[in-house]
Each structure stands twice: as structure tokens, then as C-alpha cells.
């Protein structure tokens, strides 16, 4: 195994230089070229970091402890922990996760990742809500995911929900569609009050009055769709903006129903791009990303810049479906999410195809 020393002695510097230069502390203390040629010779000799003899000597471990709550479990969301452990990787840490069923467990799993002595948490949850942090991570640097704690204080990072909604509805608006309907979410939800008032302004700013009889709020199963049902019937929408992909389904149904196509006689729009809706849905469904990669990658280079008292700025950006927002900016901070066109939205190249001939 190659050591400083060895590295010191081909480059002709202190071991001490080499030790600033290999731990990212040669900063204004070591010259660029020399700082440069020692980690041109640590990675020509093959040198890797021992992070016992670091953890021993720095009294940090480079472990990151991501708390959730269903996330885990969740197949779709995954992309969140993924980002995180890919930012992590980059940023020289390991990536140690739980999933929590509730406060029930919560303090135990919190207690866990404290024994292997983590550096700092990432906390994250299912759906964009307010949160109340749990008080044993009070004394650790804390980021929040698809959250916000009540205060304001702790640094996070959620999807721009107005943004969303906004971004959808002008896409139907663009579409030509006159009677634009909202199937929302009968949930008090950080989403879902975001949603609606991007859908209300989109319609303002378009030249539309805003109708609440063009909005239902629904849960699921059966109550949903004769909800939905009862929209078409009322209202005669010719267009959709979906809280979620899943809602999207009950205006499939009962398009369907009607002897409508949906990206001809009806558009549709959701959120999620979930893979089971998005992409068996006929025809395909436009809809809005969720930036779960994205806020995972995020709040990992975040939590690293509060461990290292570390600006953040200079830390690799990944190619991503959306651009991550700044690491200095406004808290909460907002990912203006993607909008993926499908076939979905009359007068998309892909839905001219369903046109009759």
C-alpha cells in the first residue's frame, strides 16, 4: 500500500503537505502546481486513504446517516437514495440508511446510526410535508428531504409545487384547451396547496376566470373515480391537470367511458412520471418528474459543505432531468421540476399519431 511518505519523497515535499493536499485542506496553504503534481503521483502510485486512521486522527467517520419514512420502501422513490449515496461516493462518505415506521421507531433507528458514529443526518419523507424534527438531531448538521420543519431554520430541499402545476396547466393552455379541470388531493398537504395555486395562476395569467367547479378533490378507489365522473358529466372538461399520475387513471376510465381519446378529444398532464402509469397508460401520459435523484444528490453535497464548513459551490454538478437549484439559495430550497412530453396533450408530436387518418 502506498503511504504519504512515499508520495512526499517522489514529489520532494513534506509528508505534511501531502497530508493537506490528499485531505482538501491545501487551499491557500499549498501552491497549485505542487498541490496538483502530489495528486498526480498519489493516484500514478495507486494511493487510497486508510478512513480508520482518518476517522482516528480527524474524529469524523465520512458516514452520512439517511433517516426516511417509507422512502426505503418505496420503489419509485428510490432515485432519492440513490442520489444521495451518488453524491456521497463523490464526496468521499458512506451512505448508512433506515427506514422508520413512525415515531414509534424513530429514535431507536436515530439512536443506530449514531453508534456508528455518523457525521451528520439526511431526513427524509414519503410526500412534501411540514415536519417536526425529532430533538435527537438536534446537535448533528441536519438536512431535511421533501420537507420543511415549521421554523425555517434547518436547510432543505422539496420540488417547486406551484412551479409544477403551474408549468402543466400553460402546457394545456398552449394545447388549446378551454375548460381546464384540476383533479387534486382531498389531503392538507404542502403539495397539494402548492399545486392548486400554480393551477389557479396559470389560468389567471393565461386570460381564464378560475372556476372551483372544474376542481375535484379526491382520494382513490371508487369515491375517485365517480368523482371524476361526475366532472365530465358536469363540467365537460377538455382538459386535465393531474396531483399525480395515479389520478390521471380515473380521467383515462372515464374518457373511456365516453368513447373519448385521450391526446385527441381530451389532454391529460400528471405528476410523478411513475413508471407503472407513465409508461402503460395508452396513450403514453405527458406528465411532470419528480426530482427525487435530484434532491437526494443535493442534500448529501449540502450536509457535506455544513460537516466541512465547506462552500459547496465548487462540488460536481451531475447531468440531471432537472437543474439543481442553489446550495446558498432560498429555504426550503426548490427544484423547478421537468415536464415530459408523451402523447397524452393534443397537438404533441406524439399524439398527432393518434389522429384519424
Partial sequence: MTTMKEIAQRTGVSVSTVSLVLNGRDEGRVKSEVAAEVRRTAKELGYTSNPLARSLRTGKTRILGFVSEEVATTPYAGGIILGAQDAASRL?????????????????????????????????KMSNRYVDVPAVLDDYPLVLVDATDRAGRIPSIEPDEFRIAYDATMRLVDAGCERIAYVGCDEPMVAQE????????????????????????????????????????????????????????????????????????VSVVGVDNH??????????????ELPHYEMGYWAACKLVSLIEDRDPSGFDVPDTTAPLPPYDGC??????????????VRGSAQSDALSPA
Avoid at 93 to 108: F, H, I, K, S, W
Avoid at 210 to 234: I, Q
Fill in 331 to 344: 429555504n426550503p430550497a426548490k427544484v423547478h421540476c421537468t415536464l415530459v412530453e408523451k402523447a397524452s
Fill in 194 to 265: 402548492g399545486r392548486l395555486a400554480g393551477y389557479r395562476s396559470a389560468l389567471e395569467d393565461a386570460g381564464r376566470v378560475f372556476d372551483e367547479a372544474l376542481v375535484a378533490n379526491v382520494l382513490n378507489n371508487g369515491p375517485a373515480l365517480r368523482a371524476v365522473d361526475a366532472l365530465f358529466d358536469r363540467e365537460s372538461p377538455d382538459g386535465f391537470f393531474c396531483f399525480n399520475d395515479a389520478r390521471a387513471w380515473y380521467v383515462y376510465e372515464c374518457a373511456a367511458r365516453r368513447g373519448l381519446t385521450v391526446g385527441r378529444d
Fill in 92 to 124: 468521499g462518505y458512506m451512505l448508512l440508511t433506515v427506514n422508520t415506521d413512525g415515531r414509534a421507531n424513530e429514535d431507536e433507528e436515530i439512536a443506530t446510526l449514531k453508534r456508528y458514529g455518523v457525521d451528520g443526518f439526511m431526513y427524509a
Fill in 275 to 288: 413508471r407503472i402509469f407513465a409508461e402503460t397508460l395508452e396513450p403514453q401520459l405527458t406528465t411532470v
